[in-house]
């Protein structure tokens, strides 16, 4: 499901900030080399989610689900002058892509990648994080939520992609689709959970802000 018409986002791309060269370089070579290239981030949300980290100017990023780097890329851009962020994907056969386009957009020495299991990672992290970003495997997201909560400063964000599994929320749930009933769990976990400010934004395939109260 399209949220808004092809004119519309054409329009509104237009008039957001390009992409760099090299996110453009990695958005092509996603496209013609990578399976399922639809899970890149791409230029208009990868404006948005390096506009929020401009604005929350954060210390220390968690990412879940690298793929080849875009998203990453886009949220160190917002880094502070020290600060760094940490990328996790279970496919190992992405790294080298990831990293090439890291080196290449001069992120080298602030993001760091690291290939498993993202439930099998995070417990076993001790630092703070300001933004979480959580795009990887939709029936762990709840998982995800509840594994980074104590790890994010009072004041951070957890920001979750794909929230709204193209329109699939709003449909009345297949028990084979655990994507999507989870997705819906989420929302409403999200939504009902006094400890977090929440606002869900249709923008692509929607992006759930929750900022730690
Ligand atoms: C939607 S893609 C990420 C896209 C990327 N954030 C971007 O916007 O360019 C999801 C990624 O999550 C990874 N993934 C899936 N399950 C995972 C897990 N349990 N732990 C870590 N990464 C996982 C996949 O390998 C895939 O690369």
Redesign the pocket.
């Known amino acids: 499901m399209e949220f808004i018409s092809q004119e519309l986002d054409d329009y509104v791309c237009a008039h957001s900030e390009n992409e760099s060269a090299i996110l453009n370089e990695l958005n092509r070579t996603?496209h013609l080399s990578v399976l399922?290239p639809r899970?890149?981030?791409?230029h208009f949300?990868?404006r948005v989610?390096s506009m929020l980290s401009h604005m929350i100017q954060p210390k220390n990023i968690l990412?879940?689900?690298?793929?080849?780097?875009?998203?990453?890329i886009?949220l160190a851009e917002g880094l502070q002058e020290n600060g760094t962020l940490t990328?996790?994907?279970?496919?190992e056969e992405?790294e080298d892509l990831a990293k090439e386009y890291i080196e290449k957009a001069g992120f080298k020495d602030k993001i760091k990648t690291m290939i498993?299991?993202?439930?099998?990672?995070i417990p076993q992290m001790d630092e703070e994080f300001d933004i979480v970003?959580i795009?990887?495997?939709k029936p762990?997201y709840i998982n995800y939520y509840h594994l980074v909560f104590d790890k994010v400063k009072k004041g951070g964000y957890i920001i979750a992609?794909?929230v709204l599994w193209s329109g699939k929320v709003m449909l009345d749930s297949d028990p084979a689709d655990s994507s999507t009933q989870v997705i819906k769990d989420y929302n409403s976990l999200i939504h009902n959970d006094p400890r977090v400010q929440e606002v869900l934004l249709p923008i692509r395939d929607g992006l759930m802000i929750a900022r730690k109260r």
Do not use: K, R, W
Request: glycine content about 12%.
């Open positions: 996603t399922q899970m890149l981030s791409g949300q990868g989610l990412e879940i689900g690298t793929y080849t780097g875009y998203s990453a886009c990328t996790i994907d279970v496919n992405l498993g299991d993202a439930t099998e990672l970003f795009d990887a495997d762990n992609d794909n």
